[in-house]
């Protein structure tokens, strides 16, 4: 058996999320097809995480196994992406791997990206790429609300309560806020996050930036451990998972 790592890019907005569902198209489920068919086997595909419904990706990772090796790398991807790209997908790259790589296990830090679009006007170019909020928010305090989020602590507050992952307990590496004109990002590096949590947190950091909430209100909330005192989660079409590192 031979095992291939593979790089993707992908629109989250038609998709019901990266995991194979019993209803609705899923790019996990859409790349094991179309992979199978192109080298006539069924393979598996795994990957670094799942992303929910609408969410995007820049360089999301995953692996499969096949009985014959792949050799024109290139070729494969020419092939692959004609049957993907129409459906807002794209693989970036194939690598072959020894069989000890796995996408999800084998991951040290996962790098999350998140866009809001600061303006008074509605997105277009951006449509479905960007959480468009037209009231102006205060950068300083947001900041200064990241860096209560960095570290290993119990993040109970920010966890949907579908979660299944065994421990809330994380290690933040880093929440960075970035301002270019009227688009702001925020990045997230953990080696693993909780179901909803970015999405959560930058939630929490909007209610700071609009005033809602003081520095002091929101370390409280991230102290309590309770959900129902977490702000409302940011929609998903702000968020990208923007690079896995091994």
Request: charged share 25%; hydrophobic share 35%; with cysteine.
């Amino acid at each position: 058996m031979f095992r291939y790592q593979i790089l993707i890019e992908y629109v989250g907005t038609n998709f019901r999320g990266w995991q194979i569902q019993k209803k609705g198209k899923t790019i996990q489920g859409l790349i094991q097809e179309k992979i199978s068919n192109l080298l006539k086997e069924k393979i598996l595909l795994y990957g670094s995480g799942r992303t929910d419904t609408g969410v995007h990706a820049i360089g999301q990772s995953a692996h499969f196994d096949c009985k014959n090796k792949i050799h024109q790398t290139e070729s494969f991807l020419k092939s692959i992406n004609h049957f993907l790209n129409k459906e807002g997908v794209t693989v970036l790259e194939v690598k072959r791997k020894n069989t000890n790589f796995h996408a999800r296990f084998s991951a040290k830090i996962r790098i999350y990206k998140y866009v809001i679009i600061n303006r008074l006007s509605g997105p277009v170019l951006d449509k479905n790429r960007g959480w468009h909020i037209m009231k102006e928010l205060d950068l300083v305090a947001m900041k200064r609300g990241a860096k209560k989020l960095i570290g290993k602590k119990d993040f109970s507050t920010f966890r949907a309560s579908s979660c299944r992952a065994k421990s809330p307990i994380k290690t933040m590496k880093l929440v960075k806020i970035s301002n270019l004109k009227n688009k702001i990002e925020i990045d997230f590096r953990s080696q693993s996050f909780l179901q909803q949590q970015v999405r959560s947190m930058v939630g929490c950091l909007k209610y700071v930036g609009e005033k809602k909430w003081s520095l002091k209100k929101f370390d409280k909330v991230i102290r309590s451990k309770i959900r129902v005192l977490c702000a409302p989660p940011a929609p998903p079409q702000g968020l990208y998972l923007e690079r896995v590192i091994y």
